[in-house]
């Protein structure tokens, strides 16, 4: 039996269109709604699957962030996670905040906690920064299987299905190893509204960086946030030989 | 005036509107339909009808779950894995 520690993280919600700030300093994050990030969720379905099948004692739901971090962390009680710790990082220190932190924070608390697996999504929709579940592993120096698409127990480990460019890699870890969840891993479940409220019961410990001994200075400073370039508009073409034209032109046949 | 199945009616109403603040397109439009459907069948009294109308209203929650879970997972795909072949 293992403890399963899960590291979860808010996110302006997938759905939301995202706005750029005029100083270019970041993306207008005031009155958008959050959610817990998409692949964080697979990650927290597949420990509650784990614990459902009886591989798992306990899991515990991770979150670094302001205070509404604890709505992340209710979502992920109420999909079954048995108990939250919320790191509390706010203000500047969030703005600068990099997987390396978090990295640190989870490795730290997966000693606390003395867990045996740590499943994080393989990256969050708002950084796309996909370094968490590595760094963990390195600072740990667990074994990791990362963007696993499939995890079983196997004798004394994990088997895990990765999926690499073009395919699928299974390769064994020892326990305890790091997993970062990918997109086919499974179906999150829904968090009802009874479960949410039943959430609200399960205890979540607060405490902040500095609890834990992590120096949250930045490594890297934002230059520059800036919007995708638009997609030119199309044109009509009169017939059939403008076309071939404009197709030898752009190098396309 | 005897209220059957009035417990469960309250959950499914209470229900279907959390959903709401979920759909896409908006919660004030989900509110106002849904908060329609109910009041058109507020005056029934037969037990079994309403029975069939509490089942109908699991499965249009059980709809609703599917869409979003279906919605988000494509909407994954296609940010993240799109190979546009």
């Known amino acids: ?191 009802t509204l009874p479960n949410i409220m039943k959430a609200k019961k399960k205890p979540l410990k607060k405490i902040t960086a500095k609890d834990l001994g992590i120096d949250l200075a930045p490594r890297i400073k934002v230059v520059s946030v800036e919007d995708p370039p638009v997609r030119q508009a199309g044109s009509v073409l009169p017939d059939v030989d403008t076309l071939v034209a404009k197709l030898k032109e752009g190098g396309h046949v | 005036m005897s209220q059957p199945h009035r417990q469960a009616v309250l959950h499914l109403y209470k229900t279907l509107l959390f959903m709401g603040r979920d759909w896409p397109q908006g919660y004030d439009l989900f509110r106002k339909r849904l908060h329609k459907v109910f009041t058109k069948n507020s005056e029934e009294t037969d037990p079994e009808k309403i029975k069939v109308m509490i089942k109908h209203g699991e499965f249009v929650v059980k709809e609703i779950e599917a869409l979003y879970k279906l919605k988000k997972y494509r909407t994954m795909k296609r940010r993240y894995y799109d190979e546009s072949a």
């Open chain 1, 1 to 191: 039996m293992s403890r399963v520690l899960v590291g979860v993280k808010r996110v302006i919600d997938y759905a939301v269109k995202i706005r750029v700030k005029p100083d270019k300093s970041g993306v207008v994050t005031e009155g958008v709604k959050h959610s817990m990030n998409p692949f964080d969720e697979i990650a927290v379905e597949e420990a509650v699957r784990m614990k459902e099948k009886k591989l798992a004692s306990e899991v515990v739901a991770v979150s670094c962030g302001p205070a509404q971090a604890q709505e992340t962390l209710r979502t992920a009680l109420a999909m079954g996670a048995d108990r939250a710790i919320h790191v509390e990082v706010a203000g500047a220190e969030y703005e600068t905040l990099q997987p390396i932190h978090v990295a640190k924070i989870l490795a730290k608390l997966s000693q606390d906690e003395k867990a045996d697996i740590v499943i994080v999504g393989k990256q969050a929709i708002d950084d796309d920064s996909n370094q968490t579940a590595q760094m963990t592993a390195a600072i740990l120096d667990w074994p990791q299987g990362t963007f696993a698409s499939k995890v079983e127990k196997s004798d004394g480990g994990l088997t895990v299905t990765r999926e690499i460019d073009g395919g699928l890699e299974v390769i064994k870890t020892k326990v305890p190893a790091v997993i970062s969840a990918d997109l086919r891993l499974n179906e999150p479940r829904y968090a």
